[in-house]
Structure formats: C-alpha cells, structure tokens
C-alpha cells in the first residue's frame, strides 16, 4: 500500500488551514447550474411546469449529461458541509441550525412561490388545450402521497431544501456515530482502501447499490430511489472530506473518475439512443435497464468525485465575489423557478424564435430573481431568515465556510 504524495489540497491560499473554499464556490456554481436548467428546460423535450411549442433536442442532449450527477453533486457538497457544522455544535444546536436555514424556507417558499407556479403551470396546460379543468381539478391531479414526492408537489424546486432538512436529521446519528471510535476505525479502513490507486472508485458501490435495488419499486421522480441514492451522496460528502488520506485521493485519482465517468456516460447515452425514447419513471424490467441505472450510478459518483477533484486545484480561494455568492445563494434559489416559470408563462406565447426566447427567459429571470435578492429579501430585517439567510443588519454577516444547506 503506497503512501500519497500529492500537495495538500487544503492549504488555502490566505493560509487558513481548514477552510475549504473550493466547497463554497462549487456550491454557488451548483447554484447557477441548476438555474440554467431550470430556464431551459422550457424549451427541451422533457416534462416541465412551462414548455414552449418548438423545442430543442441539443438542449436535451446538453442536459442529459449533467442529469447522472448535477444534484449527487449537491447533496455530497452539504454532506461535506454537514462535517464541518457538526465540528462546533451539539446535536441540538444543529437540528435548531438545519430548522432554521432548510426547513423554515422550504415552508416559506411552499407558501409564497409554489403558488405562482402552480397557478402559471395550471394557466399554461389550459391555454395549450392538455388541461380543461378548474385550478382545484388540476391541483387534485398532483400526486399526492406518503413519500418524499411530496415534497416536490408542495414545493416545486424545493424538494431539494426537504430533502436536505431529512437527510440532516436522519444522518446525524451515522455522522455521531463517525466522530467515536467504531466509526473513526470504519473510515480509516475506507482510507486505506482509497491510498491505492483508482481506490476511490469503491464509493460508487452506495449509490449503484440504493439506485439498482429500489428504482424496480420506486421508479418516479424524487420517490424512495432517488431519495436513497441521493442520501448516499449526502453521506460520502460527509465520509470523504472528514479525513485527509479520502480528499488526497480525490485529488490524486482524478484521471480515474474521469475516464469511469466518461465510458459509463457513453455507455448510457448509447443504450437511450439504441432503446429509441427511455422513460427513466418506468419500472426497469429488462437486464438493459438495470444497465442502464448502473451506468449512471456510477457516472454520478465519477463525475461528482471528478469535479470535486477540479474545485481542490483551482477553487481553493475567496474573493468579494464568492462572499456575495455565499450569502445570495439560498434566497436566489428560492425564488428563481418561480420568476423563471411566471416569466416564461408570457414568453412562450410569442411569435419569435426559439433562441431569442431563450435568451429573454435566462437574462431576464436571472436579473429579476437577483433583483428580489438585493432590493427586497437582502434589504428587510424580517424576509432575512424567512429566505434562509442569518436575521443580522446588512454588512455584518461574514459568510461561515463549508456550511451545508446554502
């Protein structure tokens, strides 16, 4: 077994020792990402609140690519930040954090958001002739239930946020659990497995094991697979960056998650186009399928673990920049699909070209959503904690680092 030899990865370049801030601009890029979705999935080929007539096929071939790990992503980042918030607070002090800034919004922007959407959505499939219905019809047509889909149907966007706030609360024993001495011995020996090369691949086994086994049952979208698989990135997160040997050999075997990364994106991509139109909220039934899923279990890993990876050689820095990013990132995303859908709501029904469209729905969303952050939400005492953000005079905050749930 070979010792790493690769530089630390956590030296920040202020010389801060501990403070990660690659976590925090690959959080406040995620961000952005997802807005960039969210605002084009109006014109790809898939199901969304808003569609407009003409879509784009290359639109949906960009997506596919980040579908496997763009929310694994996420989930690993807040595990990791998960560590971080566990260093300095008692378990009660962390349930009263993870209230506050996940649930306490999820709650808010249900009331406020997913109203407008839901409204828009109802407004969009009456006027297109798939929906004849009251807006009380079109609402007892949502799939309500006894399972994590709820928190899509009452939330829209922010399943995410209800995700997050159960997965912080389901974890934390585990993440105790990790701080003992059982659970310090359990890591060390993922750590020596992970000093040999190519060894950080044995973390797509949690994934491929929660993906493979529940999607037969649980096929819909934000149902118990997703919400499994995506709990298994949430404690990786928490795993990986919690010992130094696990984030040296991220570092070290990027050349690895990339190439696995690639092949099984390939892989994927050449089973979906052979197959013809895959519905990935069918029960898998065929041994195709189950390739299938497993190609993107572990595509999400490879490429989550690669673009980890990245942010450690050329992220591990603060600016002006990501402090704005940091403190912005939680009411900015509450409030973007909301704009987003009411925005296009009007902009699909133009006589105009697809791209000029798209360019009004990205620009304009994204000015109006940073917009209600900095002249409204940013600027009142009382909207501060509803929308995430810490209930202190503006200009006091300094943003805390590696903090999950942003």
Not at 315 to 333: C, D, K, M, T
Request: a positive charge; hydrophobic letters at 50%.
């Amino acid at each position: 077994m070979q010792n790493l030899s690769v530089p630390d990865p956590h030296e920040g370049i202020s010389g801060e020792r501990g403070r990660l801030h690659y976590l925090d601009w690959l959080r406040v890029l995620a961000i952005l990402g997802v807005f960039l979705f969210h605002a084009s999935n109006v014109f790809n080929d898939q199901d969304f609140v808003i569609k407009n007539a003409e879509q784009s096929e290359a639109i949906t071939g960009v997506q596919a690519f980040f579908f496997p790990w763009g929310m694994p992503l996420f989930f690993m980042i807040a595990g990791a930040g998960t560590w971080f918030a566990l260093r300095r607070r008692t378990s009660g002090q962390y349930i009263k954090e993870r209230t506050k800034r996940l649930l306490v919004p999820f709650l808010v922007g249900s009331i406020l958001l997913s109203s407008v959407q839901v409204y828009c959505e109802w407004r969009h499939v009456v006027n297109t002739g798939a929906f004849t219905g009251s807006l009380a019809d079109f609402i007892g047509t949502l799939p309500w239930g006894p399972n994590p889909r709820i928190f899509g149907v009452v939330g829209y966007h922010l399943w995410f946020l209800g995700f997050l706030f159960s997965f912080s609360l389901l974890a934390l024993p585990l993440f105790r659990w990790f701080q003992g001495g059982s659970g310090q011995r359990f890591v060390s020996g993922l750590a020596r497995i992970c000093q040999r090369r190519g060894g950080i691949l044995v973390f797509v086994l949690p994934p491929l094991v929660a993906r493979l086994s529940l999607q037969p049952f649980f096929p819909y979208e934000h149902d118990w697979a997703d919400f499994v698989f995506l709990l298994s990135f949430f404690v990786i997160g928490n795993v990986v960056i919690s010992d130094e040997r696990l984030r040296q050999a991220v570092w070290r075997d990027w050349p690895f998650t990339l190439a696995v990364g690639t092949l099984a994106f390939i892989g994927a991509a050449v089973i979906a186009i052979s197959s013809g139109e895959l519905d990935i909220e069918s029960a898998p039934g065929t041994l195709r399928d189950f390739i299938w899923w497993a190609l993107v279990a572990a595509c999400g890993w490879c490429w989550t673990a690669f673009v980890l990876s990245i942010g450690m050689r050329f992220l591990n820095f603060s600016n002006r920049l990501l402090r704005y990013g940091q403190e912005a990132i939680v009411p900015f995303y509450l409030v973007h699909q909301a704009v987003i859908v009411a925005l296009a709501f009007y902009v699909v029904q133009w006589n105009a070209a697809l791209a000029l469209k798209m360019l009004v729905v990205v620009l304009g969303s994204f000015v109006a959503s940073l917009g209600l952050y900095e002249l409204l939400i940013k600027r009142f005492g009382i909207l501060r904690p509803l929308f995430g953000m810490k209930a202190v005079a503006r200009g006091t905050r300094r943003a805390s680092s590696n903090e999950a749930g942003r």
